[in-house]
């Protein structure tokens, strides 16, 4: 029964990622809640069992099963989509870029697998799912941008998506790599952040390096021994400042370092849309 749990919870979660999507209406989005709690009563689950959630969505799963021949071949069909489908398809990938706009890169890659379902011959849908880039699947991201070179190998967008997917998946497991990035917004709002700043501000050796390095701005720029011992200073300030937040509040690093992976993908949404 382990394994039909584990496909019902699969499916709760796919369902559940669909009304939050914003394309189905009020009745549709409530036949679908009723279908989730039809589910989780005959397989007594509920969304927190976590244990029982598959390492990729059901839709990925679906689909690298139907793209699964090789990781560089496509097989696809003898014939083309239909207008109506090459206009949904569109409309699909359009509705993904707005997704990824506003970093929902779930919904996104959603769209985007809805768009290769209607149209698989169209390298863009594939390229587009650097929203999985956005999620940390760097695997399952640089599949889809050799498929999308596989349709168009010329494509230099495709070939720089695959470099820095590939490049990425190797800082991910690299032990040294620590992906550390900052954003302001975020910091200046988090409470443990704000009391580990004004710590560090009120000790003593931090004032007086502050204090002489703005002497130094105002007289002319420290010479010799001093100015370097100044900067080697900040850093080493710089340095615990950063060990004092990780040891006390790790999610808080957890979470900048996701922040800064996702955002240096979402920029590059655009180019190939």
């Not at 069909?77 to 707005?98: F, I, M, V, W």
């Not at 695997?139 to 010329?154: M, N, T």
């Not at 790790?250 to 979402?266: G, T, V």
């Given at each position: ?85 090459t206009e949904r398809a569109e409309q699909l990938k359009n509705e993904g870029n707005n997704h990824m706009k506003e970093e929902n890169y779930s919904c996104a890659v959603e769209c ?120 080697s200073s900040l850093i080493e300030a710089g340095q615990q400042f950063a060990q004092q937040i990780q040891q006390q509040n790790p999610e808080l690093i957890e979470q900048l370092r ?16």
């Amino acid at each position: 029964m382990a394994v039909e749990k584990r496909l019902a919870f699969s499916i709760v979660q796919f369902l559940r990622d669909q009304t939050h999507c914003g394309a189905l209406n009020s009745d549709e989005q409530e036949s679908l809640e009723v279908a989730i709690q039809c589910l989780e009563t005959t397989f007594k689950i509920n969304s927190s069992d976590c244990h029982l959630a598959a390492p990729q969505p059901l839709t990925e799963i679906f689909l690298n099963s139907l793209l699964k021949n090789d990781q560089n071949n496509l097989v696809l069909p003898e014939t083309s989509p239909s207008p109506e489908d090459t206009e949904r398809a569109e409309q699909l990938k359009n509705e993904g870029n707005n997704h990824m706009k506003e970093e929902n890169y779930s919904c996104a890659v959603e769209c985007y697998t809805k768009a290769i379902d209607l149209d698989l011959r169209n390298a863009v849908y594939y390229c587009n799912r650097l929203a999985l880039t956005a999620m940390n699947k760097y695997p399952e991201a640089i599949s889809y941008f050799k498929k999308a070179l596989v349709l168009d190998p010329e494509n230099d967008t495709y070939k720089s998506n695959l470099k820095i997917a590939e490049q990425k998946q190797k800082e991910a497991s690299s032990p040294m790599a620590t992906g550390l990035g900052f954003d302001m917004a975020s910091l200046i709002n988090n409470p443990a952040f704000i009391s580990m700043a004004a710590s560090v501000m009120q000790n003593q050796q931090v004032q007086q390096l502050m204090s002489g390095m703005m002497s130094n701005a105002v007289g002319g720029p420290a010479a010799g021994v001093g100015g370097l011992s100044d900067i080697s200073s900040l850093i080493e300030a710089g340095q615990q400042f950063a060990q004092q937040i990780q040891q006390q509040n790790p999610e808080l690093i957890e979470q900048l370092r996701n922040h800064i992976r996702s955002r240096s993908f979402s920029g590059s949404a655009e180019e190939h849309s």
